[in-house]
C-alpha cells in the first residue's frame, strides 16, 4: 500500500521559470494539504483540496501560487515566475477524511537560482 | 506570539534517559499532532490526540485541553530517536504547526 508520493523529490528552478510539483495521495484518499518549510522555519499551511475542488487556500501567497487537485491524476502545486525567496521544501500530505490522521509525503525540495 | 509554542528548542540526551517535550497552544482547537522529521527531512505523524493519553512502543503523549497543554515523552531514549519533534494543531479546519524541537540522543 503506496504511501503519499511527489515528485520530483529535487527541483533547480532559475528565476522567472516556472515550478511544478506533484503530490499522489494515499490510495483511497481524497482530502490533500500542502504545506511549505523555509530554510530554518517551521512547516506552514498553504492549501486544502479535495478532488476537483479548492476548500481553503488561505495560506497561498496571492500571486504566482496556484493548486490543482483534478478528477484524474496527482493534485499539482504550480508556482510561476520562481523568485530565491520561493526556496523551500514543500510537503503534501493526504487524509482519508478532513480533521483525520494526515500522511505526509517525502517532499520537494525546490532550489531557486 | 505563535499560536503553538514548543519547548525546549534543542534537547541532547544520553542514551536511555527519559525525555519530555512540552507544547502550549493558545487557539480552541479540534486535535492536537505530534510529527517527527528525520535528517532526511521527511515527516511521519506520530500522534493525533484531542484528550487524555496514547501510547505507542516507547511513546507517551498526553493532552490536557483546561490548560492547552500537551507533552510528548521518550522513555528509553536511543541514538535513532535523534530528529526534529513537532507540534501541531488543528484548529478552523487547517494545521497550526510548532517551530519544533530538535532532539539530539547520544550513545
Known amino acids: 500500500n503506496a504511501g503519499v508520493m511527489q515528485n520530483p523529490r529535487h527541483l533547480v528552478r532559475r528565476r522567472g521559470q516556472e515550478a511544478r510539483l506533484r503530490c499522489s495521495p494515499m490510495?483511497?484518499?481524497?482530502?490533500v494539504y500542502w504545506y511549505r518549510q523555509l530554510p530554518e522555519e517551521g512547516l506552514k499551511f498553504m492549501v486544502y483540496?479535495?478532488?476537483?475542488?479548492?476548500?481553503?487556500e488561505s495560506g497561498m501567497p496571492k500571486e504566482r501560487f496556484s493548486a490543482e487537485f483534478p478528477k484524474e491524476g496527482p493534485s499539482i502545486l504550480r508556482i510561476q515566475q520562481v523568485v530565491r525567496g520561493d526556496s523551500a521544501a514543500y510537503f503534501c500530505?493526504?487524509?482519508?477524511?478532513?480533521?483525520?490522521?494526515?500522511?505526509f509525503g517525502p517532499g520537494t525540495r525546490l532550489t531557486v537560482l | 506570539k505563535n499560536e503553538v509554542e514548543q519547548s525546549p528548542q534543542n534537547l541532547t540526551a544520553q542514551e536511555g534517559e527519559f525525555i519530555t517535550i512540552n507544547c502550549s497552544y493558545s487557539?480552541?482547537?479540534?486535535?492536537l499532532h505530534w510529527l517527527q522529521q528525520h535528517p532526511g527531512g521527511g515527516i511521519v505523524s506520530l500522534f493525533m490526540?484531542?484528550?487524555g493519553k496514547k501510547k505507542h512502543g516507547r511513546l507517551i503523549a498526553t493532552i490536557n485541553i483546561q490548560e492547552k497543554h500537551s507533552s510528548l515523552h521518550i522513555t528509553a531514549s536511543h541514538p535513532r530517536d535523534s530528529a526534529v519533534y513537532i507540534c501541531?494543531?488543528?484548529?478552523?479546519?487547517?494545521?497550526?504547526f510548532g517551530t519544533g524541537t530538535r532532539l539530539q540522543v547520544t550513545l
Open positions: 500530505a493526504s487524509s482519508n477524511m478532513h480533521g483525520d490522521t494526515q500522511y
Open positions: 490510495k483511497g484518499h481524497s482530502h
Open positions: 483540496l479535495q478532488k476537483e475542488n479548492i476548500i481553503d
Open positions: 487557539v480552541g482547537i479540534s486535535a
Open positions: 490526540l484531542s484528550s
Open positions: 501541531a494543531v488543528t484548529a478552523a479546519s487547517k494545521l497550526t
